[in-house]
């Protein structure tokens, strides 16, 4: 019971995103210590006895055993061993450049092989277990089919497709403009811009996490946290009204959360300057976009003479302020969960008005 | 196209790659350059493929295997039972005696005919002829027949035309004509020749033809009984290879059934789908007499005359089942048909029979059968009766006397006067220690009141424990002091009306009439 | 007479599985279609894989580190193969399933009630939530790898466009079944788009587009019409995913998909370190 209580505090988004990043950080700044085969031994079994003893709890397999939620936990283990697998074949060929070792792939590279047998073959077997796979799967799981449609009823909690739920989360912290359209549009542009963007020539091809650790830093904290999580988070954490609900909670329609947010204008003209708030909406929230075109222009540059000077250096003027502008983009959302979580902001800029609001 | 093979003809071999002498195969696993071990690859391959018929066998299997199969594959033994069953009546009831009799005669009859052998044949002989005789003529007949007509037409046609031949086509005509009459003629004479021949012919067979006749109507049941009994049961072979998988999808025994309801739709949000009972998949005997006793579910309806009959008010075919009973009429198993229980028992008795449970996504399930009256209200809504549901109409009453229908809208009874009285100058008559006994419970001031007990019910107070007694007291007197004061606060001061002033209580004092008419409490003539 | 029935005997006595292999073998129909036979050889396995359409996506040789499936993960070829296997299963779905409002329903009710093999429906169901997850994770071990890196930047570009298209695959198929869950998460999807800067009738800027005081962006004219063909989730939204997910979305991604291949060969095959 008590552990259950614990289990369901230590699930609340803002300390379970914290906790899961800092917890990438510290495991990418010792990956020799976290990325080991014990290590997954360890975390693996766990999630192993954490599922299997948590689906004793009614709440819990309600929400886990739902047709649609199945693939999602299927993901919750390939995620992180795929990343933990990535991770530690790149601890070994960091370690072998160490010692002058050629690394893995290096040592097969000049060999080649016919493609047939040993590609198609392998390709062949594999479609077959896949079958085998999804046969196995359909036979035991039906699909899911709910009520008719009903425009005119609409469930509670409403949720998009399981992969669209890092968007909805989004929804928390962001209006739609953003964590609908562009962000979404966004994602799709910084990761299309990735491989003009990373002029680094080594790791072509290979793992390493050395070599391109500032990379793959932003990549996993983007596509892990940000994406992968949120994924997670929405799918068997948020209950009616988009509540949060731990994993052994039952989904109360009536569960209320304290809705106390208040717009950055209001701290500074109501709280600080102890003033009534303006009329005009531009005046209003002058602050406001100071804040957001100090963060959106003035940071560049201010970054390119500190914290980020060899990429300048390196990537020259175009390319430094493409990355910077997508870097500061993705990390709004982070900075604006923080803002949340720790001074109930609502609105950096908020004309509801026009629909604008940051 | 390259210059070396020119195609010249179909004949030859392709002659791209032709090797002159077999290459003997490399031994493959034995060589450095390979990444995997031919062999081990061939063991995975084995094993997956195994694993893949197992399971696409299963699959088809599992598809092939379905609920309402068994139902069927049941019902069909039953009624080989009773037919079986039938047959053993049917030949119990014949009479033996004259049965014996009858075939007795029928042999003496044969064995008549077989003295008289050259008779008869000589007798069948202008038979067979004639018959012959009759068919040539017939045919002449028909053949003269058809082209009279058609000269007919040519002939009528020319006539309406005014056309100049019409005079030579009249001609030709008669002369048809005369020809066909001919024909009739001698058709009629073969004919009677025919008779006569029969006639004479029947002389020797007759008996034992008509004893024969005799028989087989003596065994008309028996037969019938014979041929249903064919149709139930053609053998293991027929019936397991029709309905074999695959095979099945050619004249399968076991079929889905459905009634494909027109008029009566399936209301969904927006839309009316059309209705597709597949009820009678299982419910087999449900429209035959003689199942009333069977297991559900193939017990016969037990109200053929109202309902099902093609001559009941509600006939089967214009109704189907799920427009009376609710359910999912797609549904071709007992889970997906939200079948429900009509007690606790019943539940119980499902989740281990059928591994039974409610189904969360389904907007009708089935009226329990107590409740199935329900379901005549769905057309029965406009008539203050509904014939033969007394439960129904009970309930209906209830709603009528206790005024559901004050806070929940019921179609039928919008102009229907309110319950309760009108409280919105309540403070003027009554006084709020009575309001609150009234509610704590009005039966008890008046025993016949109307107005149902809200307070210290079943559940909130008035059970049995686990009910906290003390804390529901406290709360159900905070409720209805609350209602109360609700009350006062929204009461307005009564308006009486103005008191008459004109009177003489003289004039009163002499009109004892009024008095006795209007008797008053307190009123006294004196 | 007496010739041919000994033939006859002859040959009977002789065949033997492997006389039988090796006369189809020999047989010009067989030669027709596979030209090489059995690749027994070093140069038939180099020819079999130059002769045949499928094989031919893969070069002859490859490099040994890059078909390890400890480097590859197989993501990619899986993803491939759950796109086959949704074409097979959706096309078998698409003889059962009208998209009418009245019909999509029951449609997908019958293929559990009644249809044989209405299984392909859960086939095609957990199949496009596999391809989804594959998709990931064959994107994320590219990036772990550095494939993307030159020559492979513009691969990699094609590859992100592919996996918006397996999602948007997803999303329109999602609403078909026509049952709560699917209109509510479809509503939810789209309602983003109302937002849409300009475009959206609730997004900022929208309130700007106008002619004197009629406004150009309505909710029956904005990007979430377009999208939904209707102010809100109906039939015109049904009809418009289900052609984008049957025909629209498929062809692009197939086309795509052509040029991915085709780039991995060009781009020098599987990377691998230099």
Redesign the interface.
Known sequence: MFIKEFINAITAPYFLITAAGILLFVSLKYPGKFYTNRSALIVFSGMFLFLGLSVIDPNFRKIVTKPDNVPIVGMLFLIPFFTWFALREAVRNDQRTAEGKPLIEQEETADKVLTWPDLVYTELICMVVLTVILIGWSMTLEAPLEEPANPSASPNPSKAPWYFLGLQEMLVYFDPWLAGVVFPGLIIVGLMAIPYIDTNPKGNGYFTLKERKWEISTFLFGFLILWILLVILGTFLRGPNWNFFGPYEFWDIHKLEALVNVNLSEYIWVKALGMGLPKNPLIREFFGFVAVLTYLLAMPPLLARTLLKRFYNTLGPVRFHLMTFLLLAMMALPIKMVLRWLFNLKYIIGIPEYFFNI | MTSETPNEGGHKKPPIPTPAKKIPAVNIEKRGDRLYEVNSLHKWFAISSILFFVFTIGMVLADYSREWKTYQRNFNRLQIERTQKDLQQAAASLDRNKFQQLQQQLQQARAELQQNETQVERAQKPVNDRSARKYAVNQNYQFTKAVYDSQKYEYEEAVANKRSDAQRLGDRLKETEKKLDDYKAELERVDLDLRAANDELNKYIGKRNTIQKDIDTMLTDYTRLQARMNTLNPGLIVTSFRNAPVFDFMAPSERINQIIVNNLYNDQPFKAIPRVDRCTTCHQGIDQKGFQDAPQPFRTHPNLDLYINSASPHPMETFGCTTCHNGLDRATSFQNAGHMPRSEEQRKQWQQKYKWHEQEFLETPMYPMNNIEAGCYKCHNASPEVPKAAALNNGRDLIRIYGCFGCHKIPGYENIRKVGPDLSTVSGKLTKEWVRKWLANPKEFKSEARMPQFWWNDNNGGGAPPYDAAHWDKRNVAEINAITEYLWSKSQAKQLPPGHTGGNPAEGKNSPTRAVRFPCPGFTTG | MANFSDRLKETFKNLSPAKVGEWIQES?IY??IF???V???????????LGSVF?HL????????G?????T??MG??TF??FL?LTFTGLLLMFYYRPT???A??D???L???V????M???H???A??M??AV??H???V????????P??FN??VG??L??LT?LL??TG?LL?????????I???S???????FA?H???????LKLGDIPLVSNSSDARFALLGGR???EGALLRFYVLHCVGLPLVAGFLMAIHFWRIRRDGGI????
């Open positions: 010009q030669r027709s030209r090489i036979g690749p027994d050889s070093d140069r038939k396995r180099m020819l079999v894989m094989l893969h070069p002859v040789k490859v490099r040994k580190s078909i390890r499936m400890r480097y993960w197989c070829g899986i193969f759950l296997v409002l009245e019909y329903y029951v997908i009710r019958d559990r009630e009644q044989p093999l209405g299984i429906r859960e086939i169901r957990w199949g939530h596999a989804v997850i990931w994770l994107m994320y071990r990036f772990m790898t550095g494939s993307y890196k030159p492979r930047e990699w570009n992100v466009i996996l918006v999602l997803s999303f999602y079944p026509w049952d709560q869950l699917a209109i509510w998460a509503t939810v999807g309602n983003m788009a109302r937002a849409t800067p959206g609730e997004g900022p800027g929208a309130a700007l809100f989730v109906g990377s691998g370190p230099l």
